[in-house]
C-alpha cells in the first residue's frame, strides 16, 4: 500500500473521512510532508466543500487545493457494508480523521472502542466546534462562529463599527494546524512507546482559536483589561497603522522595535522625534499612538508608493505594500523562492497552487496531485483491499461507494 512518497513523514497513512476545510487541512499539511492520506467522501458528492465558490464551471477550485496530495474514494459510512468496509480497511491506517458532531460515529456503530478493535494503535483526530464534552459539544457552527465565540472577532475593527470578521475561515486554518500539530505529537509518542494503544485527539475549534489570541486571557486576569478594537492601530507596537500614498496603495508600517524607530524618525526627517519624551521608548509611544500617527500619516499620504519603498527600504524600515494576489505573484522575492507552484490536473490541466511549507533540507515536501475527483482512486484503492470487480459493481449499484 506505501506509494514512494517524498517528505519526512513518508510511511505515515491517514485515512481521513473529514469534510470541509479544516480536518482535510490537517490531513492535507502532513501529505505535503510525506503522508499517504486517501479521502473517503460520500458517494453523492455532498461533501460542502465542492459547493464553495470558486468554481469554474463545475470544477471546485478549492477542493483542488485543500485535498491535494489525496487519492480520492467514496464510501457511505451510515450503510452496514460501508461500516464493514472501513473497518476491514483500518489495520492499513495509523490515523482516522474525522469532524462529525460529537456522537455521530457512535450512532453508526463506529464508537472508538469499535474502531480500535478494529486498529488498536489507531490515532482518532476528532475535529469539532466545541469538543466531545461540554454543554455544546453537540452543537454545529462554521468557522466565522469559532471565531466571534473565541473573542478574536471582538478585537476586529474600527472602534466607531461592528466586529469585523476577516475575508476567510480563519478559524478552520488554525484548526488544521493543531489536528496537524496534534497527529504528529501521538505518532511521536507511538514512536518512544511503541507498546501503547492508540488515542484519541480531541480538536475544538473554538478552542484552536482561542489558543491564538493567548493574550486575551492572561490581559483580563491580570490587568481587568477587556480587549477593544482599535482599527489597524497595532496594540502594543507604534506607529502601526494602515496607511494610504498619495497614488492610492496602501502600505502597512510595523515599528516596534526601539532601533526601527530611530531610523524611521531620520528617514521622515524628524530627528527630534527620538527624544521627544512623548515619543522615547515603545511604552510612552503606544501611549501616545494619536499623536506618532498624526505625524506619520501625512508624511506617507504626501508621497506615492513607489518613493515611499524605495526611502523605507534605504533606511531599513519595517514596512509593505499591501498586496493583492496578483502582487504576490508578480513579486521577484516570491518567485525565486517559488512560493507558487503548478500542478497538473486532470480536469483544468495546470493549476497554480501555495508550495508546500516549511522546507526541509534532506527530506523535502512534493505536491504530487492536485485534489481527486469523485470517487477517482476507487478501483485502484478497493482492489489493494481485496475487492473484486464484481463486489466493487455491487457496492456501486446499492450506493455504498
Not at 470541509?20 to 473517503?40: F, H, M
Request: proline share 7%; aromatic share 8%; net charge negative.
Amino acid at each position: 500500500m506505501t506509494h514512494d512518497n517524498a517528505g519526512p513523514l513518508a510511511g505515515l497513512r491517514i485515512l481521513d473521512i473529514s469534510t470541509v476545510i479544516a480536518g482535510p487541512w490537517a490531513s492535507t499539511l502532513l501529505a505535503d510532508l510525506g503522508a499517504e492520506v486517501l479521502k473517503a467522501e460520500l458517494p453523492d458528492g455532498s461533501d460542502a466543500l465542492r459547493h464553495l465558490p470558486p468554481h469554474k464551471e463545475d470544477t471546485p477550485l478549492w477542493w483542488k487545493t485543500i485535498n491535494r496530495n489525496k487519492r480520492g474514494i467514496t464510501l457511505d459510512l451510515r450503510k452496514p457494508e460501508g461500516k464493514a468496509l472501513l473497518l476491514k480497511m483500518l489495520p492499513g491506517f495509523d490515523v482516522l480523521v474525522e469532524n462529525f458532531r460529537t456522537g455521530t460515529m457512535d450512532r453508526w456503530g463506529l464508537d472508538k472502542d469499535t474502531l480500535w478493535q478494529a486498529q488498536p494503535k489507531l490515532v482518532i483526530l476528532r475535529v469539532t466546534g466545541f469538543g466531545q464534552t461540554g454543554p455544546y459539544r453537540a452543537k454545529p457552527g462554521f468557522a466565522r462562529v469559532f471565531e466571534a465565540m473565541s473573542g478574536f472577532t471582538h478585537i476586529c475593527g474600527d472602534p466607531e463599527g461592528p466586529p469585523l470578521h476577516a475575508g476567510f475561515p480563519l478559524a478552520d486554518s488554525f484548526a488544521g494546524l493543531f489536528g496537524a500539530l496534534g497527529i504528529l505529537s501521538a505518532m511521536y509518542h507511538r514512536l518512544k512507546h511503541p507498546e501503547a494503544p492508540g488515542q484519541e485527539i480531541d480538536l475544538a475549534a473554538t478552542e484552536a482559536m482561542f489558543r491564538v489570541v493567548d493574550f486575551l486571557a492572561v490581559e483580563y486576569d491580570q490587568l481587568g483589561m477587556v480587549r477593544e478594537r482599535i482599527g489597524n492601530l497595532n496594540a502594543y507596537a507604534a506607529p502601526s497603522n494602515v496607511y494610504r500614498t498619495r497614488d492610492g496603495k496602501w502600505i502597512s508600517l510595523a515599528v516596534s522595535a526601539q532601533s526601527v524607530f530611530e531610523r524611521f524618525a531620520r528617514a521622515i526627517e524628524r530627528p527630534e522625534l527620538i527624544t521627544d519624551p512623548r515619543f522615547s521608548d515603545n511604552r510612552t509611544r503606544v501611549q501616545n499612538r494619536a499623536a506618532i500617527d498624526a505625524i506619520v500619516a501625512p508624511w506617507i499620504a504626501a508621497r506615492d508608493l513607489a518613493g515611499l519603498v524605495a526611502r523605507l527600504t534605504e533606511h531599513e524600515i519595517t514596512f509593505s505594500p499591501i498586496y493583492s494576489i496578483r502582487d504576490v505573484l508578480a513579486d521577484p522575492h516570491f518567485i525565486a523562492r517559488e512560493m507558487v507552484t503548478s500542478v497538473d490536473d486532470s480536469v483544468l490541466g495546470p493549476v497554480k497552487m501555495h508550495n508546500v511549507v516549511p522546507r526541509f533540507s534532506a527530506t523535502p515536501g512534493a505536491i504530487r496531485n492536485s485534489g481527486p475527483e469523485l470517487g477517482e482512486h476507487n478501483a485502484e484503492v478497493y482492489a489493494e483491499f481485496g475487492l473484486d470487480a464484481a463486489t466493487l459493481a455491487s457496492l456501486k449499484e446499492k450506493g455504498v461507494i
